[in-house]
Protein backbone atom coordinates (compact mmCIF):
# COMPACT_ATOMS: atom_id res chain seq x y z
CA UNK A 1 0.00 0.00 0.00
CA UNK A 2 1.64 3.98 -0.91
CA UNK A 3 1.30 6.24 1.48
CA UNK A 4 2.19 9.93 1.67
CA UNK A 5 2.61 11.68 4.86
CA UNK A 6 3.14 15.60 4.68
CA UNK A 7 4.06 17.15 7.99
CA UNK A 8 5.35 20.47 9.28
CA UNK A 9 2.93 23.28 8.15
CA UNK A 10 1.09 25.35 10.63
CA UNK A 11 0.43 28.80 11.27
CA UNK A 12 3.65 31.38 10.95
CA UNK A 13 3.75 35.25 9.99
CA UNK A 14 4.87 36.99 7.13
CA UNK A 15 8.49 36.62 6.42
CA UNK A 16 8.84 33.21 8.51
CA UNK A 17 10.12 29.76 7.02
CA UNK A 18 8.03 26.35 7.39
CA UNK A 19 9.69 23.38 6.54
CA UNK A 20 7.50 20.63 5.00
CA UNK A 21 8.60 17.15 4.70
CA UNK A 22 6.79 14.15 2.89
CA UNK A 23 7.58 10.55 3.87
CA UNK A 24 6.94 7.75 1.16
CA UNK A 25 6.36 3.99 1.55
CA UNK A 26 4.99 1.45 -0.77
CA UNK A 27 6.83 2.40 -3.65
CA UNK A 28 10.69 2.74 -5.09
CA UNK A 29 11.10 5.86 -4.13
CA UNK A 30 14.46 6.71 -5.37
CA UNK A 31 12.48 5.90 -9.20
CA UNK A 32 10.13 8.07 -8.39
CA UNK A 33 9.83 12.25 -9.59
CA UNK A 34 8.86 13.86 -6.33
CA UNK A 35 6.91 17.07 -6.41
CA UNK A 36 4.56 19.38 -4.21
CA UNK A 37 1.83 21.37 -5.20
CA UNK A 38 -0.87 23.56 -3.43
CA UNK A 39 -4.41 24.40 -3.11
CA UNK A 40 -5.94 27.90 -2.04
CA UNK A 41 -9.43 28.21 -1.07
CA UNK A 42 -11.18 28.37 -4.30
CA UNK A 43 -8.58 27.98 -6.67
CA UNK A 44 -7.01 25.02 -8.89
CA UNK A 45 -4.22 23.17 -7.41
CA UNK A 46 -1.01 24.49 -8.91
CA UNK A 47 2.32 23.28 -8.85
CA UNK A 48 5.08 24.83 -6.28
CA UNK A 49 8.46 22.30 -7.07
CA UNK A 50 9.67 19.43 -8.24
CA UNK A 51 12.40 17.43 -8.06
CA UNK A 52 13.75 14.13 -10.90
CA UNK A 53 14.70 10.94 -9.56
CA UNK A 54 18.01 12.63 -10.94
CA UNK A 55 17.79 15.55 -8.62
CA UNK A 56 16.96 17.96 -11.02
CA UNK A 57 14.80 21.01 -9.55
CA UNK A 58 11.78 23.01 -11.10
CA UNK A 59 10.23 25.75 -9.55
CA UNK A 60 6.80 27.57 -10.26
CA UNK A 61 7.84 31.71 -10.81
CA UNK A 62 6.15 32.67 -7.42
CA UNK A 63 8.61 30.95 -5.23
CA UNK A 64 11.64 30.88 -6.94
CA UNK A 65 14.47 31.91 -4.98
CA UNK A 66 12.28 31.35 -1.70
CA UNK A 67 11.61 27.75 -1.68
CA UNK A 68 13.95 24.68 -1.94
CA UNK A 69 12.75 21.04 -3.06
CA UNK A 70 15.35 18.61 -1.99
CA UNK A 71 14.99 14.91 -1.70
CA UNK A 72 16.45 12.05 0.79
CA UNK A 73 16.64 8.90 -0.78
CA UNK A 74 18.08 6.91 1.98
CA UNK A 75 14.87 8.20 4.02
CA UNK A 76 12.43 8.07 1.40
CA UNK A 77 11.57 11.42 2.06
CA UNK A 78 11.45 14.88 0.39
CA UNK A 79 11.40 18.56 1.94
CA UNK A 80 10.07 21.91 0.95
CA UNK A 81 12.31 24.16 2.67
CA UNK A 82 9.99 28.06 2.45
CA UNK A 83 11.47 30.61 3.34
CA UNK A 84 10.44 34.24 3.10
CA UNK A 85 6.93 33.19 3.19
CA UNK A 86 4.05 35.50 1.85
CA UNK A 87 0.31 36.03 2.96
CA UNK A 88 0.06 34.30 -0.81
CA UNK A 89 1.38 30.82 0.37
CA UNK A 90 -1.67 30.21 2.11
CA UNK A 91 -2.54 27.06 0.96
CA UNK A 92 -2.89 22.94 1.55
CA UNK A 93 -0.12 22.12 0.54
CA UNK A 94 0.42 18.30 -1.48
CA UNK A 95 3.33 15.83 -2.00
CA UNK A 96 2.75 13.91 -5.33
CA UNK A 97 5.26 11.07 -6.37
CA UNK A 98 4.88 9.52 -9.97
CA UNK A 99 6.51 7.18 -12.26
CA UNK A 100 4.49 4.39 -13.64
CA UNK A 101 1.29 5.96 -11.61
CA UNK A 102 1.08 9.18 -9.58
CA UNK A 103 0.30 8.99 -5.68
CA UNK A 104 -1.00 12.08 -3.88
CA UNK A 105 -0.72 12.63 0.13
CA UNK A 106 -3.49 13.92 2.47
CA UNK A 107 -1.99 17.66 2.74
CA UNK A 108 -0.88 19.32 5.20
CA UNK A 109 -2.12 23.44 5.97
CA UNK A 110 0.32 26.52 5.65
CA UNK A 111 -1.14 29.60 6.42
CA UNK A 112 0.96 32.96 6.39
CA UNK A 113 -1.02 35.56 8.79
CA UNK A 114 -0.25 38.48 11.11
Known amino acids: QVQLVESGGGLVQPGGSLRLSCAAS????????MGWYRQAPGKQREVVATITSGGRTNYADSVKGRFIISRDNAKNTVYLQMNTLKPEDTAVYYC????????WGQGTQVTVSS
Open 96 to 103: NAKWDRSY
Open 26 to 33: GIIFSRYA
